[in-house]
């Protein structure tokens, strides 16, 4: 981790920046203060892999002048995970010519489509939730409509899509962030926490689908799409190992703690 791995973006150096500068007093968020309100926990690393870019559609026969194409920009977990356990809102800011072109996208998945006939950059600022206690970050996308080849025809059913993973590096996550969060699957945790354990993964109850608009990416009208990042993929494996282990853990503890007991039970029943 640490490493760079978008190929578009410098993500890594503006995180490794952002990590210095949370060193100043006047970089936490608001509500954090007093400092020692926040409990950091030492030794552990939380990252978040996640994957943005756009795909974008020809429209072929429906196209006109100004809106050639219909394209979506987002912001998605690496293994499509719901990245709103830690990302509060995302700001996208599109180019000047379309109406309101600062889109602000309060939970998840962030994501916005929009019709338009050029190519240009778009910012995307991750606010976090408060407990987090980490600054915003900035992402930038080259929105791209053409194939690279541009000497076949344009169609209408493969579209274009540009990727680029990368990971949010929390170090020493704050003692709330790492309890709530810590068994998520978007998150990954590394370094042991001493003294710290994190509860039990809750089996992700998503029963109640109908009701509540999901923040995952996992059927995704989209998601035929979306592009395979091997570093996800291993880091999800890893995820769910660990959270394994993690269960096994806490199984063998309630097993010594209840041996524990009935052998003190003994102890006193024989002293008598
Ligand atoms: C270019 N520098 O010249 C770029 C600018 C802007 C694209 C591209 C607006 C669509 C709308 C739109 O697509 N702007 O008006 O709704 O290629």
């Known amino acids: 981790m640490g490493k760079k791995l978008g190929e578009q973006t410098d993500l890594n150096s503006r995180l490794q920046r952002a990590k210095t500068a949370r060193v100043a007093d006047n970089e936490y968020p608001p509500n954090s203060h007093p400092k020692n309100q926040i409990r950091r926990v030492k030794d552990v690393e939380i990252a978040i892999p996640i994957v943005y870019g756009t795909v974008s559609f020809w429209l072929g026969k429906k196209a006109d002048e100004y809106h050639s194409h219909k394209w979506t920009v987002y912001i998605r977990g690496a293994t499509n995970e719901d990245l709103g356990v830690a990302i509060k809102r995302v700001v996208f800011q599109l180019h000047p010519s379309f109406n309101n072109p600062t889109r602000i996208i309060e939970a998840a998945p962030f994501e916005l489509s929009e019709t338009g006939w050029g190519e240009f950059e778009i910012s995307m600022t991750i606010y976090f939730h408060s407990d987090v206690a980490e600054k915003q970050i900035e992402l930038f996308h080259h929105l791209k409509l053409y194939p690279e080849d541009e000497s076949g025809p344009q169609s209408t059913k493969k579209p274009v899509v540009i990727e680029s993973y990368d990971e949010i590096v929390i170090a020493q996550p704050t003692e709330s962030f790492y309890l709530r969060a810590g068994n998520h699957p978007a998150i990954v945790v590394s370094g042991a926490s001493t003294g710290l354990s994190l509860p039990p993964p809750s089996g992700i109850a998503n029963d109640n689908f ?36 993690q269960h096994h853990i806490m199984k063998l503890r309630r097993q010594v703690t209840s041996i524990e007991a009935e052998a003190q039970r003994m102890k006193s029943n024989s002293g008598q």
């Open 210 to 245: 109908s009701e509540k608009k999901r923040g995952d990416t996992k059927e995704h009208a989209l998601g035929q799409w979306f592009l395979r990042h091997s570093e996800a993929d291993e880091l999800a494996q890893l995820t769910a190992a660990r959270q394994q282990i």
